[in-house]
């Protein structure tokens, strides 16, 4: 049996997520469960839609659980979301969506190499490796975004540059985003821009991928146009516009927005691409 170890970040989950993991049909399973069971975790956040810690939930499962039942570590798949939502409720950053999202680019732009290993190995405190992985990222970067690659790798290190407790936080993000096998840039990314944090209630609003497509085939967008967004928010129409095009086809994607950190998830998609 797999055994997990506490998580830097704390991780809440939902009945419906403790009946995902525990593999029972109904959330009254885990309502009864609740009510018998004397030794069941106490909730993390009370009221009538509790949250669970997702260790102490794993723990009673294993040692307290329905006998036969095998429990192993969450798949990194189902542990991404809960991931990104647990740095955006803990770590005190000032958008820490935009720092996410430089997180999974600086990932692409380094595939993966020493500096990135370091960060998800731990063998140093995570400030510094962060610091160095971004570096690394600013050379990769020099060749993207149309010759403003320098200033896509500005921002990647002024995002990673974080005190001790919230980098930390966020190398247990990269642990599990190393984890992601076989998944696009834009799945790793899309957990992070459904998202809005609390303190964010005026950032652009997104524009749903199913509407940017929309926008896109009715602008009908050809090889060697150029398609401009002035209110080009975290970049959905750029980014459905690129999609539109073959991998052969070039296109030149031009946007701006009132916001900086809206501007940055815009430019770091694109880089990626």
């Known amino acids: 049996m797999a055994q997990s170890t506490p ?8 009945v419906a997520d403790i009946r995902d993991l525990a593999g029972v049909g109904t959330s009254a399973v885990v309502t009864n469960w609740r009510a018998r069971s004397p030794k069941f975790p106490e909730p993390r956040v009370g009221g009538s839609q509790p949250l669970f810690e997702l260790h102490e939930i794993l723990e009673w499962l294993r040692h307290e659980g329905p006998r036969g039942r095998t429990v192993d570590d969450p798949d990194p798949g189902w542990l991404w979301p809960r ?3 647990a740095f955006l409720r803990q770590a005190e950053v000032d958008e820490p969506r935009a720092t996410l999202v430089a997180l999974v680019t600086v990932r692409h732009l380094v595939a993966g ?3 990135w ?3 998800v190995a731990g063998r140093e405190p995570a400030a510094v490796s962060l610091r160095l992985v971004a570096r ?14 320098s200033s896509l790798g500005d921002q990647l290190s002024a995002k990673l540059r974080l005190s001790g407790a919230s980098a930390e936080l966020l190398a247990d993000v990269a642990r599990t985003l190393d984890d992601l096998e076989g998944w696009t840039v834009e799945q790793q990314l899309e957990p992070i821009l459904a998202l809005e944090a609390a303190a964010q209630r005026h950032r652009p609003q997104r524009t749903q991928p199913a509407l940017a497509r929309l926008l896109v085939a009715m602008g009908q967008v050809r090889p060697l146009s150029t398609v401009y967004d002035p209110a080009v928010g975290e970049g959905d ?5 690129a999609e539109a ?9 031009v946007g701006q927005d009132i916001s900086p950190d809206a501007s940055f998830i815009a ?5 990626v691409r």
């Open 7 to 14: 998580s830097q970040l704390e991780i809440l989950l939902r």
């Open 113 to 115: 190499g020493a500096e």
């Open 267 to 271: 430019l770091a998609r694109l880089a």
């Open 237 to 241: 129409s750029l980014v459905a516009a």
């Open 245 to 253: 095009l073959h991998d052969d086809a070039s296109v030149t994607l």
């Open 83 to 85: 991931k990104v939502e």
């Open 136 to 149: 690394a990222a600013e050379k990769a970067a020099d060749a993207r975004s149309s010759g403003k690659g």
């Open 117 to 119: 290993q370091a960060v």
